[in-house]
């Protein structure tokens, strides 16, 4: 991978946890509306909102630049869409991205990658 498949996958992960975070106030939010005088929901809706369609971004670019398979992109894009699923992505890409920036210094320095 590239040093900008690399950076697709860093912005995924750094607005994955905050995205996952927000999602989780705004369930919070929901409950206290319901049962106090507390309504904090218009406000968490337009961060999580906000969040949601930069993760979704995100995802499309790195998805576009990976060319990951169907079944992991699809599994990156349920993880947003479940409360903690972020979490989860955030670890995963985690991974992926440190191993693409290793990759992609390797070939910069002519290390040659065998398998």
């Known amino acids: 991978m590239d040093i900008k498949t690399a950076t697709s996958l860093r912005r995924l992960r ?23 005088e507390f309504n904090a929901v218009p406000v968490m809706g ?8 930069l993760y979704v971004l995100f995802w499309a670019d790195a998805w576009n630049r990976t060319k990951w398979p169907r079944k992991t992109a699809a599994l990156y894009f349920v993880l947003s869409v479940l409360p903690t699923g972020g979490f989860f992505a955030e670890r995963k890409l985690r991974r992926e991205s440190e191993d693409a920036l290793i990759a992609s210094r390797a ?6 990658e065998t398998s």
């Open 107 to 112: 070939r910069r320095e002519g290390v040659v």
């Open 46 to 53: 337009v961060i999580h909102a906000v969040l949601f369609i």
């Open 14 to 36: 750094l607005v994955s946890a905050p995205e996952a975070i927000s999602f989780l106030i705004l369930l919070v939010c929901s409950v206290l509306k319901r049962t106090t």
